[in-house]
């Protein structure tokens, strides 16, 4: 039995006549797209700076030896200032930041402590603290910070909602961190995956369309200002056959062992420990902040500049050419580069620096495997990318998605995902999730036993 036509017609305005009656769920919503608008162009500002204080470390290191003495000497103080700075004024700025949110994000967390580890003066301070550090020629990247940069801007949104929006702190944080790393990679999906598989422990977010719509939004203020273009090219690999299989088995196997070893060297440093070099960090930050920074100065000045930084130049190299003309040894000292600049407590991003170690690491596979200055080398790099990222963040998903967007690599959709997943699996035997130990010392209950408590948050 049909009904009358006034009725169905009643039927459908009602819920429209609704949703105009409810002007101020209109506001909010609209509020937090304008945050997350907001989120994008600061993201997009910290893109321009830290790429500028790169830049400017490279020039100065590569203006003849009296800039490069002049570098190796800049890395160790400029270390030591922005510790200080750190630990007097932002303490909750160190290391990468992903762990200071998902800290944050725990049910458990109090409001005040929440408000320590996520807040707009805190993102601001990262950002800057992150581009003094990338200024002083550390292994560090921005992409881990902007994910703290991206959640505090974002969750300024919160005193401007109604009391009755329903939208929480937990729904704008991980909007705001998923929307820092759509920005920073230029990858919207990335973001989103990263959101569902790294940050949420929510069955489903109360504002799943609402929290999307705002990490697109930050991805397309990226795209609007760099242009829609992956960071490292388009991908050109040769027709793949089964003479690949087995160095890319090796490359998976070798990135996770790696990976893994790398992920769990930064979390036994983080918690510190008895040894006489945990102890002597502990006493005296500052001097062991000023080694770190002399020993990155000594390998950059070793390599020409090649490890200092994220890492895109050289990676981008190896993609596009597949001989890379590094430096000896590139894979390994880009790894401890990387170790020592995250072990100085100073904000310290490894993601990107992640995806060039990964990819030194698919060209000495690539070498032993007799490959190199091949076509097929390059397929080898990609796979290094992807497989060391994966197990350094046991985030497979997250690491392959974002992989294949920053090389336009959906060529290669089935290699990269299998790699990622068996990197991944191999870390796991290594390491625990790095990310989940070392929020554990910003505070987040431990889901199971492992960390002593009482450790020092000051991590990388």
Not at 54 to 68: D, M, N, P, R
Not at 224 to 244: C, H, I, M, Q
Not at 341 to 366: H, K, N
Not at 428 to 456: C, D, I, Q
């Amino acid at each position: 039995m049909s009904l009358p036509p006034d009725r169905s017609l009643r039927a459908l305005i009602e819920p429209l006549l609704r949703e105009m009656r409810s002007g101020r769920q209109w506001i909010d919503r609209s509020v937090v797209l304008v945050f997350a608008l907001l989120t994008g162009l600061v993201v997009t500002a910290f893109t321009a700076l830290a790429d500028l204080a790169t830049g400017t470390w490279v020039a100065l290191q590569g203006s003849g030896w009296t800039g490069a003495l002049l570098a190796l000497l800049w890395t160790p103080v400029l270390t030591v200032a922005v510790l200080m700075w750190t630990r007097r004024f932002a303490r909750e700025a160190g290391g990468s930041g992903i762990p200071q949110v998902l800290a944050a994000l725990h049910d458990d967390t109090p409001p005040e402590r929440v408000s320590a580890l996520v807040s707009p003066r805190l993102a601001l301070q990262k950002l800057l603290l992150t581009c003094a550090g990338l200024l002083g020629g550390l292994s560090i990247g921005r992409e881990g910070p902007t994910v703290q940069v991206g959640a505090g801007v974002m969750l300024g949104a919160r005193r401007w909602l109604s009391p009755g929006s329903g939208i929480d702190a937990h729904d704008l944080m991980v909007a705001g961190a998923a929307a820092g790393v759509a920005a920073a990679f230029n990858t919207p999906l990335g973001g989103i995956v990263f959101a569902i598989e790294q940050l949420t422990r929510r069955r489903d977010l109360r504002h799943s369309n609402l929290t999307i719509a705002a990490i697109v939004l930050a991805g397309l203020v990226s795209i609007s200002v760099f242009g829609n273009k992956s960071y490292f090219g388009a991908l050109e690999v040769p027709r793949l056959d089964w003479t690949l299989l087995a160095p890319g088995v090796a490359v998976a196997l070798a990135a996770g062992l790696s990976g893994g070893l790398f992920a769990r060297l930064l979390v036994l440093c983080a918690q510190g420990g008895g040894d006489r070099v945990s102890r002597w960090r502990a006493a005296h930050p500052l001097h062991f902040a000023a080694a770190c920074g002399l020993a990155v100065g000594l390998i950059g000045l070793v390599t020409s500049g090649a490890t200092a930084g994220a890492g895109y130049h050289p990676t981008r190299a190896l993609l596009e050419h597949g001989d890379d003309g590094l430096p000896p040894l590139y894979t390994l000292l880009k790894f401890v580069a990387t170790w020592l600049s995250a072990w100085s407590g100073v904000p310290a991003g490894t993601f990107a620096p992640s995806l060039a170690i990964g990819a030194g690491l698919g060209q000495d596979i690539a070498r032993l495997a007799g490959l190199a200055g091949r076509p097929e080398s390059v397929a080898l790099v990609a796979l290094g990318m992807v497989g060391f990222l994966s197990a350094t963040t046991q985030g497979p998903i997250t690491a392959f998605i974002i992989v294949m967007e920053m090389v336009s690599g959906q060529a290669m959709v089935l290699s990269l995902m299998a790699c990622a997943l068996l990197s991944g699996a191999v870390a796991r035997l290594v390491s625990p999730s790095m990310y989940t130990e070392m929020a554990v010392l910003w505070g987040m209950p431990r889901p199971a036993a492992g960390v002593a408590a009482g450790a020092s948050p000051h991590s990388g």
